[in-house]
């Protein structure tokens, strides 16, 4: 089985100047969350669908998931304080629903901008090795500080962690509960927990425009992405 676990629990600080959290900001009328669950409904591979949101507004999602018809949606689940929390709580819902071999794809609820075959891709290398990050090579300078002290990265042999992040169900939750019962909330994605408690990383590349909408200047980008998308410019080949 494979299961999205879509995450869109967080505030979105830097987006603050909006009325609402930046996941459920609209283009056409359509809220940028459901552009990211409709894009995992959409794939026939895709088994299930848990979605972990911001509390308050778990009503409205589920009136958005009625009008759009995602019925691969399991489950709504509250998200929690971080996204490490949040994330948490989808897999533990997924763990009530599936087996405890179920390869989850971990995906953040405001990065609407995946690619298919990227997607599918991601759940075969995860199948054969065990895991897999989907990544983008680093096309700028990263330094690096430690103690006043700067590096400068070689960024050829360089990646950057995007999404989704496919892992067997039973070990992210082994994962997960560790770093619990270790008091540490503090991991920035899934893939950084999983490497700290010793598993080895597998990764493939993915297209440079699934972005993450973060700020202003990302929700535009995701627009213009969108748009471009359905006058038939070809996109991440």
Partial sequence: ???????????GSRMQRYSRPKQFLEYRNKPVVVYTIEFFQHIPEIDGIVVACLEDWIPYLRIQVRKFHLDKVVEIVPGGKRGQDSIYNGLACVEQHYPDDTMVLIHDGVRPLAMEKRIIECIEVAKEKGNCVVCVPATETVITRSEGALDIIDRDTSLIARAPQCFVLKDVLAAHRQAQAEGRHDFVDTCTMMHHYGHELHTILGSMENIKIT???????????????????????
């Fill in 215 to 237: 700020t202003p200047a990302d929700y535009f980008m995701f627009r213009s992405i969108i748009e471009a998308r359905e006058e038939g410019a070809i996109f991440g080949l």
């Fill in 1 to 11: 089985m494979n299961v999205a676990v879509i995450f869109a629990g967080g505030q």
